[in-house]
Nanobody
């Protein structure tokens, strides 16, 4: 069974940092485009960041550019999201997601991602 398991969420003050992790099990996602998405209370799920198969190309939502960094560790089959200078508006449930193996582009449309984790809560206090 394919699983994506997020961890690293929590409560942090505005201006602080958190690092989220997404560990894949059941199969390897080493060749999948991976992404982080989030859903704030009362809002639709939205794209945050994506990384290509090699790790050499990334894309970010305008709201997080310069503050968040996505990366991947092939040996650990894990994707990370380093979040710095956090703001209250970053409060959301953060999801890890993967595109199908035969899709190579860094999609910003959340419906392009077929595999999802259960999410991890990030709360930023102002």
């Amino acid at each position: 069974q394919v699983q994506l398991v997020e961890s690293g969420g929590g409560l942090v003050q505005a201006g602080g940092s958190l690092r989220l992790s997404c560990a894949a099990s059941g199969r390897t996602f080493i060749r999948n485009v991976m992404a982080w998405l989030r859903q704030a209370p009362g809002k639709e799920r939205e794209f945050v960041a994506a990384i290509n198969r090699s790790g050499g190309s990334t894309d970010y939502a305008d709201s997080v550019k310069g503050r968040f960094t996505i990366s991947r560790d092939y040996a650990k089959n894990t994707v990370y999201l380093q979040m710095n200078s956090l703001k209250a508006e970053d409060t959301a449930v953060y999801y890890c997601a993967a595109r199908p193996l035969d899709r190579y582009s860094l999609a910003t449309d959340i419906f392009e991602y077929d595999y999802w984790g259960q999410g991890t809560q990030v709360t930023v206090s102002s």
